[in-house]
C-alpha cells in the first residue's frame, strides 16, 4: 500500500481539457438511444437469408434425406434424427452462423423453424 502511495505521488499525468463548455457540445438522449438503437437493428441477419442457411446445413448433414427437409422439418418427427444427431446439426449451425448456441438453447431447438427464429433474433449471428 505504501509503494502505490508512493508511485500515485510521482506519476501524475497532466489532462488538459479540449472542451470548453461541455453542453455544447453534448448529445441529446433520445439521439444517442436512436443511435444505439440503429447499430443494433443493423447488426441481425435477415430472416429469409438464415432460413437459406439453415436448410443448406440440415441439407449437407449426412444422415438426412435432402428431399425431406423444408422450412417447417421436425428433427426427430420429419427427419428421423436422434438427440445426438440433433446436437450435432447444432453445432454445424454453431460453426455455420460463427457463435455458440448456449446449452440451454440449444435443448429448445427441435426443428429448422426454431432454429431459424433463435439465429436470427441473435446479435452475435454473423
Do not use: W
Not at 17 to 24: A, D, F, G, L
Not at 49 to 72: G, H, I, W
Request: hydrophobic share 40%.
Amino acid at each position: 500500500m505504501a509503494a502505490r502511495g508512493a508511485l500515485l505521488r510521482y506519476l501524475r499525468v497532466n489532462v488538459n481539457p479540449t472542451i470548453r463548455n461541455p453542453r455544447e457540445c453534448a448529445l441529446p438522449f433520445t439521439v444517442l438511444l436512436r443511435r444505439f438503437s440503429e447499430e443494433v437493428r443493423g447488426s441481425f441477419l435477415d430472416k429469409s437469408e438464415v432460413t437459406d442457411r439453415v436448410l443448406s446445413v440440415v441439407k449437407n448433414f449426412q444422415k438426412v434425406d435432402p428431399s425431406k427437409v423444408s422450412p417447417k422439418s421436425h428433427f426427430q418427427n420429419d427427419l428421423g434424427l436422434d438427440s445426438l444427431d440433433t446436437v450435432e446439426v447444432v453445432m454445424a449451425l454453431e460453426e455455420e452462423f460463427g457463435f455458440e448456441i448456449p446449452d440451454t438453447d440449444a435443448d429448445k431447438i427441435h426443428s429448422i423453424n426454431l432454429a431459424v427464429d433463435f439465429i436470427a433474433s441473435h446479435p452475435q449471428a454473423k
